[in-house]
């Protein structure tokens, strides 16, 4: 399969996630870093450090959503959009962030 074939694929699933749900780029990295967090933490549930195990999934799939973007800027316009991967790395992050601190400090209050 092409590189142009798989762009179109990438970003078509995107644009559909994004535009399905009637919601903009930045709404959509927030909703699904919260999303596949409370996923995560429901699959993790039995391990006392599901919050943290959660958070890493989550942050591993954003890493990837990223380095696939990274890629696809590369070929098509031969550059990388720096500020884009932060912001969107931070808005994905930010609520399973704060959750996670929440989760383990609500956790040693109960030991």
Not at 23 to 34: C, E, R, W, Y
Not at 62 to 81: A, R, S, W
């Amino acid at each position: 399969m092409s590189v142009d074939r798989l762009y179109e694929l990438w970003r078509g699933t995107k644009m559909l996630a994004r535009f399905g749900g009637h919601i903009s780029a930045d709404a959509m990295h927030v909703n699904f870093g919260l999303l596949g967090f409370f996923a995560f933490l429901y699959l993790f549930r039995h391990s006392k450090k599901a919050a943290i195990y959660a958070w890493i999934a989550v942050f591993a799939c954003q890493f990837l959503n990223e380095m696939t973007d990274i890629f696809f800027d590369l070929q098509k316009l031969g550059t990388v959009k720096e500020w884009n991967t932060i912001k969107d790395s931070t808005l994905t992050l930010l609520w399973p962030s704060i959750f996670t601190v929440y989760l383990m400090n609500r956790r040693e209050k109960h030991r």
